[in-house]
């Protein structure tokens, strides 16, 4: 991915009453509709590391940095949570990320295992900074390598996104590719501007108490075993 250019992103607005889809740890504390706002993941670039010698990084690929001496403006973002726009996206994002995908296209139960899956809604409109598309990318001084690079990359995408919303001050969030799913779009919300209302539907572990896994139709993407 290059440089970003400073732009401002195209702003598309995400209308009240759009279901959104989420993938969390059944055993949480906190609510499918909360954002994390105290712990915030540190800004690493994991280029740098030595995998041998040192942990795998925690952060993932947008969420705002809040270090100052790396993007200057990123505190004021606040805290951020990550939706899916379809269950497919949630798939992608929440299941599939980091993971090779297998020939059969079954997803396994271990992949599964602690998880729910959470059905939400906006309660209002809200305005996203748009990442998907090449005319959008194109905008910004980006490809789509923005939302298909892998972990080691996640340090400079980090820094990009910040400072993007920095430069876009209308926009709550953003909105991209799944980079398992390219058909398939995300959002990461931040609550610094003002809070996204949403309001949780349903929510329900992924794998029985049985030790099986939920149901999945084709529809919602690959299987599950």
């Not at 599964?112 to 309660?123: F, I, R, T």
């Not at 998907?132 to 923005?146: E, K, T």
């Not at 209302?197 to 030790?211: D, F, N, Y």
Request: aromatic share 6%; charged share 20%.
């Amino acid at each position: 991915m290059g440089a970003y250019n400073g732009n401002s992103a195209n702003i598309d607005t995400i209308a009240a009453g759009t279901p959104v889809w989420r993938v969390h740890w059944t055993s949480s504390a906190y609510r499918p509709n909360v954002f994390n706002r105290s712990n915030i993941a540190p800004w690493v670039d994991a280029r740098t590391l030595d995998t041998r010698t040192s942990a795998l990084p925690v952060q993932g690929r947008f969420e705002p940095v809040h270090d100052r001496a790396v993007c200057p403006g990123g505190a004021a973002l606040g805290g951020y949570l990550y939706l899916g726009l379809s269950v497919g996206a949630v798939v992608a994002e929440g299941i599939l990320r980091g993971q090779d995908i297998p020939p059969d296209l079954i997803i396994r139960k271990r992949l599964l295992a602690g998880k729910s899956l959470a059905q939400l809604v906006l309660d209002d409109d809200v305005e996203v900074a748009v990442l998907d598309g090449q005319r959008n990318l194109i905008r910004l001084g980006q490809d789509a390598s923005l939302t298909a690079c892998t972990w080691r990359d996640y340090g400079k995408t980090r820094r990009i996104a910040t400072d993007i919303l920095t430069n876009t001050p209308a926009a709550h969030g953003l909105r991209y590719e799944c980079r398992h799913g390219r058909n398939e779009l995300a959002l990461m919300l931040i609550d610094g501007r003002a809070v996204p209302a949403l309001t949780v539907v349903r929510s329900a572990p992924l794998e029985h108490p049985s030790g099986t896994s939920a149901p999945v139709t084709p529809a919602d993407g690959p299987g599950m075993r």
